[in-house]
């Protein structure tokens, strides 16, 4: 599929997450078991249309693989474990949680991908992202560091892929909070395309320069 994909979308670069491009962005996580993870996540529904967004899930915090999660990446450090499924296939965001991200899919899926020293007065020109191909059943690290958003479908089936943050990150920050532009909610950084009218709208900085890129199928 990788290099399907690959030949389809030439707007920006596409690699694989095994490449050493993106050894920048993060690492692939391959001594934890992630069988009792994507078993849960494989139950989750998918909406017909859009994304949604769980940050908390129960059923996925109550099992044992993720005290090994918490300790081995997060440093035993509280943590929350939800999933974002959905049907996405633009960039339309960039967030960035200055603390590490977990994810691992049940279906293949690609990850925009930018790295926070390269903005420049809260805008990112898109000539510095980078696209990752991510095999389903792969577990990865992003680093604090690394800007990124919700994942983009490969297939028409749609994506479900499980999220693992620090606890509260994502929460809604109090109304009259003075702040910097780009923090969008606890713990999360944002800026967005300006034809995302969905996060213009939420009052989301426009900071994303250049073409707003889509996935495109075979």
Known sequence: MFTALKKVNTDFPLFNVKDDEFKKYGQIIDDIDSDSLLKVLADKTIPDVGNTYVASDVSLESLPITTTIKTNIFGGLPIEVGYCNGHS???NCLEWHNSPEVNIATEDIVLFLGQTPKLQNDHYDVSDIEAFF???GTMIAIYGTT???APCRT???GFK???VLLKDINADLPENLAKPKTLFKYGKWLITHPDNEKF?????FPGIIGQNYELKLM
Request: with cysteine; proline share 5%; glycine share 4%.
């Open 155 to 157: 297939s028409d089936r």
């Open 161 to 163: 892929c499980l999220v």
């Open 89 to 91: 296939h633009q960039l």
């Open 134 to 136: 991510i095999p389903a």
């Open 200 to 204: 213009t709208s939420q009052g989301a």
């Open 147 to 149: 800007m990124h958003f």
